[in-house]
């Protein structure tokens, strides 16, 4: 087997007085997709701002394309190829979402420089990023919103995307398009890793899954092995996805 595009281990992570990650082991192949399942306040978001160098893992390995990235600058780790969907998503408000997209196009100093068919094929995924070019960011809805911070993350070609529960707070009409964005998301090179509250959303996405408790890793397998096993997602989740239906 290949060796992972992303491995961590033995992570932890400090917050202030606050003991989060407690020796966090995760593997992320290259072209799966992988979710990041656990109940709240288990250290889902605080394992991906690490990833990301927003905040320090000490001690502990973060390893990304066989390069430790544990102690680089969010900004150098974001040039190895690695974007960021953040659950407050992240867009600036004042700006329009032609701008935010812009902002994120780093090979372009002009819209006219953006990658006119990676664009064309953003508007197909998220067609209101279209319909709404040059609108304020700040006066589209939720779900346009989480559409216009997928977007941007993706507007360059990335290796790998970390994304923070992108279906909270949607309606399901919107939560359908996210699913099919990620699935065609998926027909391409780009490695993702998913923190989601919502089973079902990732069930319908996830390779591999991985559950957290308590700042740890307490399972990790093939997202169908967990979807087969009653038993193991309430032993692990306190659900039934039966149940859910």
């Known amino acids: 087997m290949s060796s992972p595009l992303l491995r961590l281990e033995g992570v932890h992570t400090h917050i202030g007085a606050y003991h989060i990650l407690h020796g ?12 990041l399942l656990g109940r709240n306040g288990a250290g889902k978001t605080t394992t991906l701002r690490t990833i990301m160098g927003l905040w320090t893992a000490a001690p502990g390995r973060v390893w990304f394309g066989g390069v430790d990235i544990a102690t680089r600058s969010t900004p150098e780790i974001a040039r190895r190829g690695i974007a ?9 408000s004042d700006l329009t979402v032609r701008e935010n997209m812009l902002v994120a196009a780093r090979s372009a100093r002009r819209a006219e420089g953006m990658d006119a068919t990676r664009l064309e094929w953003i508007f197909g ?7 709404f070019w040059q609108h304020p960011a700040g006066l589209l809805s939720g779900g346009q919103k989480q559409m216009l911070a997928v977007a941007r993350a993706i507007i360059e070609p990335r290796k790998l995307l970390l994304v923070d529960e992108p279906s909270k707070g949607l309606a399901p009409a919107i939560i359908q398009n996210m699913i099919a964005a990620f699935r065609e998301l998926k027909q391409t090179d780009t490695t993702v890793l998913l923190v989601e509250q919502n089973f079902n959303f990732a069930r319908q996405l ?12 307490v399972h990790s397998g093939t997202m169908a092995e967990l979807v087969d096993d009653e038993g193991l997602q309430q032993k692990l989740l306190g659900l039934s996805l039966a149940a859910h239906q």
């Open 24 to 35: 966090v082991d995760l593997e992320v192949g290259q072209g799966e997709f992988t979710v």
């Open 206 to 217: 996830g390779d591999k899954v991985a559950v957290m408790d308590d700042g740890r890793i």
């Open 84 to 92: 960021y969907v953040p659950e407050n998503m992240g867009i600036f």
């Open 125 to 131: 995924l998220f067609p209101a990023i279209r319909k």
